[in-house]
C-alpha cells in the first residue's frame, strides 16, 4: 500500500522502495560504474558514473517542456533518429 505522508526529519536508505511512491515517479534507474564494478542500480556513493552507449540506435522524442542529457560524443546511427519538438531540449555533454 503506497504511503499517503511521511513526518521525519530524516529518512534512511531503503526505508522508502518504487511501490510506495507514485508510479511516475523514477527512483533513477541505469547502468551505473563504480565501487560496485558494474550493476544496473545504483546502490551506493561509489556507483558515480552512469553510463550510455555512443550510438543512438532508435529514434526518440524529446517532447516540449523536457530535458534529456547523455555523455558525448553521441553518433546517431542511420536506423536512428532524434526529435526535438519546440521547447524540448538535448543536451549532450
Known amino acids: 500500500m503506497p504511503i499517503r505522508q511521511i513526518v521525519s526529519r530524516s529518512i534512511k536508505d ?3 522502495v518504487d511501490a510506495d511512491t507514485n ?3 523514477s527512483s ?3 547502468f551505473f560504474q563504480g565501487e560496485n564494478g558494474s550493476t544496473a542500480q545504483s546502490s551506493k556513493k561509489g556507483d558515480i558514473f552512469r553510463v550510455n552507449e555512443a550510438t543512438l540506435n532508435t529514434s526518440v522524442t524529446i517532447a516540449s517542456g523536457d ?3 547523455c555523455a ?3 553518433t546517431v546511427s542511420t536506423s536512428g533518429t532524434v526529435n526535438l519538438t519546440v521547447n524540448g531540449n538535448l543536451t549532450i555533454v
Open 67 to 69: 530535458n534529456a542529457s
Open 72 to 74: 558525448g560524443p553521441l
Open 14 to 16: 531503503g526505508e522508502i
Open 28 to 30: 533513477g534507474s541505469g
Open 23 to 25: 508510479s511516475s515517479f
